[in-house]
């Protein structure tokens, strides 16, 4: 079983940067493609960004693409977003996910991902 928690989120005014983090354990890393989602009140889960087992090739969704960077130490068992120029719409919980059948293309489905942390908040403010 994958545990994964994820850290990091808290209150930012706009135009700022944050970290996120998300250990995990319980299973091998390294054999997973990882994504960040994300869920504002009233509004469907959605993906943020993704990045293959390797860490070779990246996804993002249109709305973070130039100011959100994700990245991955399989050494650390971590997967990391880098969020700059952050927008009150960034505004939602976030989770991490692992997804855990080997693909050729990035999941971008939430349904794909087999494991889900509890999910961090961010809050930027305007």
């Known amino acids: 079983q994958v545990q994964l928690v994820e850290s990091g989120g808290g209150l930012v005014q706009a135009g700022g940067s944050l970290r996120l983090s998300c250990a995990a354990s319980g299973g091998t890393f390294s054999n997973y493609a990882m994504g960040w989602f994300r869920q504002a009140p009233g509004k469907e889960r959605e993906l943020v960004a993704a990045?293959?087992?390797?860490?070779?090739?990246?996804y993002y969704a249109d709305s973070v693409k130039g100011r959100f960077s994700i990245s991955r130490d399989n050494a650390k068992n971590t997967v990391y977003l880098q969020m700059n120029s952050l927008k009150p719409e960034d505004t939602a919980v976030y989770y991490c996910?692992?997804?855990?059948?080997?693909?050729?293309?990035?999941?971008?489905?939430?349904?794909?991902?087999?494991?889900w942390g509890k999910g961090t908040l961010l809050t930027v403010s305007s």
């Open positions: 996910a692992a997804e855990t059948l080997p693909r050729i293309i990035i999941a971008t489905m939430a349904n794909l991902y087999d494991y």
């Open positions: 990045i293959r087992r390797s860490g070779s090739r990246q």
